[in-house]
Antibody
Framework: QVQLVQSGAEVKKPGASVKVSCKASGYTFTSYGISWVRQAPGQGLEWMGWISAHDDYTSYAQHLQGRVTMTTDTSTSTAYMELRSLRSDDMAVYYC???????????????WGQGTLVTVSS | QSVLTQPPSVSGAPGQRVTISCTGTSSNIGAGYDVHWYQQLPGTAPKLLIYRNTNRPSGVPDRFSGSKSGTSASLAITGLQAEDEADYYCQSYDNSLSGWVFGGGTKLTAL
């Protein structure tokens, strides 16, 4: 079955960087994209950006431009999200989700990874 | 503030019908972009519930249905069950932000 498995929880200091991985299985990795969504404690969902695993095209949320980088490794069917210059308000659960490439941007996210908690604390 | 507006909470008795609204603007829903809905049970990742306004993925009960008109969309749940207690989110694309956007989420309580 289609599955996305994310890396484990991270604890980082303000100003540091974090890199979260998302390993895909059960489908042809390069036929889809991966979107990243985060959820601060007790808050709603916030879209961060997405990357096409077909051609590495990326699109980032405007407020994260310059701090976030999304990449893929097609040899291992793994997507990565790196966020730099971490602040306290970056503390959240980070999710990856598969997104169809054809028909973008009318597309949806399915399935989702289990989430990775990133704690930012001095 | 979220780009798409949802009521913070809704509630209903078991067996009743509840609806959750998602209001956008001419830059997103009103521009013709599709609306998708997700269910997030406590402590779990979101799960796709409705895609492209009205379509249910396999495995989603037909008690869940979606609709879209103008700058708004709605999720309806009939025959409400205790297991439906969750947070529900709508999602669309916004061409002024050049990105996907979510509603603020609605907490559904089964009384």
């Amino acid at each position: 079955q289609v599955q996305l498995v994310q890396s484990g929880a991270e604890v980082k200091k303000p100003g540091a960087s974090v890199k979260v991985s998302c390993k895909a299985s059960g489908y042809t990795f390069t036929s889809y994209g991966i979107s990243w969504v985060r959820q601060a404690p007790g808050q709603g969902l916030e879209w961060m950006g997405w990357i096409s695993a077909h051609d590495d095209y990326t699109s980032y949320a405007q407020h994260l431009q310059g701090r976030v980088t999304m990449t893929t490794d097609t040899s291992t069917s793994t997507a990565y999200m790196e966020l730099r210059s971490l602040r306290s308000d970056d503390m959240a659960v980070y999710y990856c989700a598969r997104v169809p490439i054809v028909g973008t941007p009318r597309n949806w996210f399915d399935p989702w990874g289990q989430g990775t908690l990133v704690t930012v604390s001095s | 503030q979220s780009v798409l507006t949802q009521p913070p909470s809704v509630s209903g008795a078991p067996g009743q019908r509840v609806t959750i609204s998602c209001t956008g603007t001419s830059s997103n829903i009103g521009a013709g972009y599709d609306v998708h809905w997700y269910q997030q049970l406590p402590g779990t990742a979101p799960k796709l519930l409705i895609y492209r306004n009205t379509n249910r993925p396999s495995g989603v009960p037909d008690r869940f249905s979606g609709s879209k008109s103008g700058t708004s969309a709605s999720l309806a749940i009939t025959g409400l069950q205790a297991e439906d207690e969750a947070d529900y989110y709508c999602q669309s694309y916004d061409n002024s932000l050049s990105g996907w956007v979510f509603g603020g989420g609605t907490k559904l309580t089964a009384l």
